[in-house]
């Protein structure tokens, strides 16, 4: 790549940007059939289903492995040599993008970058929105040039992560149970479920549900819920540790199915859930829903970053890989099973009207909805819990993260949970 | 052989030697390696090769660390009581009501069946069970038994010692069986000659020759529930831990020194079970 843009410079004198948009589809059509891309990260984005239609529409083949978060950081920090693409969660990067084991991204090579949602960008959804505390995607979205190992806080043209898929999470309740409305975070130490509450033992992700839990009792106002200071995690993990002793919690779960069993048996009314276990949970015909709160959601992204070892054919792979990721289709399978695309005006086009005004404009439903396998998710007059894309998106109040004193909180977790 | 008295020795040493090679590598070398690493640094990215004993200054520094260690003899001491008597009653039952061969083995492998699928099974199956609105609080409330469910039959020690019990009772019941099919019934023929009743067959004939049965069935027993890590998880809801959690959890964040530390303590601890096991019993002896 970097001798044919070269070369192509000095014939044309043309712009860098005329030689990757003219030289690369040349390459293509030679070489692209041995071109290997190498992707791991966390399993939500992780499809074989992306690696059969990349096949199919660029030509190249692209492995994925599926990892948990933490081998994910720890991979992405100490073995650069070990993959092409990393699909990351921001606050991952937020902890790996300092190692310099991945490249920044022009943004100029993006084609649809200028449609990638504000979030990402400036950081504000539309102008008049607020800013959440937590690592949010903009603040570790881009760095001071093509080798920083900095964020800068403005959009510098040069992209840490690609954001790929994010979403905003919630608490899940079962409404037939409860028999009242629910509408704040507080509700999950109510003593009214006591012994029918839950949370998840995941610590990164659980210390959050805590603090927005703490902030809506009243018990303490976080200057920065996602980066906490000793005494606050102290103060944060007290409260529930309490709460634990005095029998509000009929369990932990740790993973996406235990969530699903303890909703669907009745064992817990109320619980950190994720989008797609509420699904889950209504597909068995149990009521549950994924009740939005007055005081906001707790949201997460990922994005994909390239490996500092990339180069030549294969980094133009990993561009064309991006590109085809923002085209449309990828964004339309992900949003037809709940989660959000980081360019959704290009997913319509791969979702019918139906799907965009159910699961994007929250719109009621014409007909059953179904998921990209073909289960059916949704009956017909169903509206998505918490609204459209703007009313959910609009009200994210803190973004997972990682703090500073992450260790002291990992260590506090754990006898949290021995307590 | 008694001609080369010499050579003996070297060629014992000879045949012993693919074994003392399978030990070495599979049983000793990783121990050690365990042992080495539980010195060692870790990060958040990396681990470090050291020579630092913060691992240890903070498993030995943290109360959790003993409430953990407790818990943990908890769960082992009384499991080892249920797992016993049951064990010991159906051992009994086997060896000396039932008479015929055939029917010994027959029933002996009844008890194997559950054993056919897997461990995690067994133990989940409990869940739906016990369950709010489980089989067993449905049946009780059916019955007027209980108005309201029960809500400590899941997701409690209850609930943990419960799955031990239904998982362990057959490494009780197997060697004990077994040393009990060898206790020569003239003994007891000559007790009762004697005028010895039931209970003192039982107590000073037949519960001194089983003790090297009762021996192993608890060293199965004890080091099983010691290690054990899943069915805490489980069947307690992730609200109680097991010094194999701690072990469990140290892992899943990467933190391999620190785990392989409480590794270490946890081997110490329970060798030293063992050993305090082994006065009581010469097993070598006995078998």
């Not at chain 1, 997972?400 to 977790?413: L, P, S, T």
């Not at chain 2, 060896?95 to 897997?118: D, E, G, K, N």
Request: net charge negative; charged share 15%.
């Amino acid at each position: 790549m970097s001798n044919l843009s070269r070369r192509n410079l000095l014939k044309t004198g043309a712009a860098a940007v005329g030689a990757s948009t003219l030289g690369a589809p040349m390459i293509w059509a030679q070489n692209i059939k041995n071109v290997t891309l190498r992707q791991f990260g966390t399993g939500v984005s992780n499809l074989n289903e992306v690696a059969q239609k990349v096949k199919e529409d660029l030509g190249f083949t692209l492995e994925m492995t599926a990892l948990d978060s933490d081998s994910v950081t720890q991979r992405a920090a100490t073995q650069p040599n070990s993959f092409d693409i990393a699909d990351i969660e921001y606050w991952i990067c937020k902890k790996v993008w300092p190692t310099g084991n991945l490249q920044a991204m022009d943004t100029s090579k993006i084609k649809n970058y200028d449609k990638i949602v504000g979030t990402f960008r400036s950081g504000k959804l539309t102008p008049d929105s607020v800013i959440a505390q937590g690592t949010a995607p903009h603040t570790v979205g881009f760095t001071s040039g093509p080798n920083g190992t900095d964020f800068v806080q403005e959009e510098s043209g040069w992209m840490t992560l690609i954001p790929t898929i994010y979403n905003a999470d919630t608490l899940g309740i079962r409404p037939d149970l409860i028999g009242r409305p629910i509408s704040n975070w507080s509700e999950l130490l109510n003593p009214e479920f006591k012994g029918k509450a839950s949370i998840l033992d995941i610590s990164s992700i659980g210390i959050m549900d805590m603090a927005m839990v703490v902030e809506s009792m009243g018990e303490y106002t976080y200057p920065d819920k996602g980066n906490m200071t000793k005494e606050e995690i102290d103060l944060t993990l007290g409260i529930f540790t309490e709460a634990k002793k005095n029998g509000q919690f009929r369990a932990f779960w740790k993973s996406f199915d235990e969530s699903v069993n303890l909703m669907a048996s009745g064992e817990v009314v109320i619980q950190s859930m994720w989008s797609p276990a509420i699904t889950a949970v209504r597909s068995k015909g149990i009521p549950c829903v994924y009740q939005p709160l007055e005081e906001g959601y707790r949201s997460w992204g990922g994005g994909i970053g390239l490996s500092k070892a990339l180069s030549g054919i294969e980094l133009d792979a990993a561009y064309e890989y991006i590109n085809w990721y923002l085209d449309g289709w990828v964004g339309g399978f992900l949003m037809r099973q709940g989660y959000y695309s980081a360019v959704p005006e290009t997913s319509k086009n791969h979702m019918s009207a139906d799907e965009w005004g159910f699961w994007f404009e929250g719109k009621p439903a014409q007909g059953d909805i179904t998921n990209p396998f073909g289960d059916v998710m949704e009956k017909a007059g169903a509206v998505r819990d918490g609204g459209s894309f703007y009313d959910r998106m609009g009200a994210v109040a803190c973004w997972n993260a990682v703090m500073d004193e992450n260790q002291y909180m990992v260590r506090k977790w754990n006898e949290f949970i021995a307590a | 052989m008694t001609q080369f008295p010499k050579n003996s020795s070297a060629s014992a040493l000879f045949m012993v030697s693919p074994l003392l090679v399978v030990l070495l590598l599979f049983l000793v070398l990783p121990i050690a390696m365990i042992v080495v690493v539980s010195f060692w640094q870790a990060t958040e990215f990396s681990i470090i090769p050291a020579f630092v004993l913060e691992n240890y200054e903070f498993l030995f520094g943290s109360p959790v660390t003993y409430k953990v260690f407790i818990n943990t003899f908890k769960y082992a001491l009384i499991t080892w009581g249920f797992t016993l008597v049951i064990g010991f009653t159906v051992a009994y039952f086997l060896a000396f009501h039932v008479r015929s061969l055939t029917w010994q083995i027959a029933l002996f492998l009844m008890c194997t069946i559950p054993f056919w699928t897997s461990n995690i099974i067994r133990m989940i199956s409990w869940i739906p069970f016990l369950g709010r609105n489980g089989i067993a609080n449905s049946a009780l409330m059916s019955w007027g038994v209980i108005d309201e469910p029960l809500e400590w039959l899941l997701f409690s020690d209850f609930a943990v010692i419960l799955a031990f019990v239904h998982l362990y009772t057959l490494f009780m019941v197997v060697p004990i069986f077994n040393t009990m099919m060898r206790i020569d019934k003239s003994l007891i023929e000559a007790a009762r000659d004697a005028g010895a009743n039931g209970a003192q067959i039982l107590w000073n004939v037949i519960i001194p020759l089983t003790k090297p049965g009762i021996m192993i069935g608890t060293i199965f027993v004890v080091t099983l529930v010691m290690g054990d890590f899943i069915t805490v998880r489980f069947m307690s809801g992730s609200q109680s831990a097991n010094v194999g959690r701690l072990i469990s959890n140290d892992i899943a964040l990467l933190q391999y020194p620190s785990a392989a530390a409480t590794a270490v303590v946890l081997l110490i601890t329970v060798l030293i079970m063992i050993g305090v096991l082994l006065r009581f019993v010469d097993i070598r002896k006995e078998l």
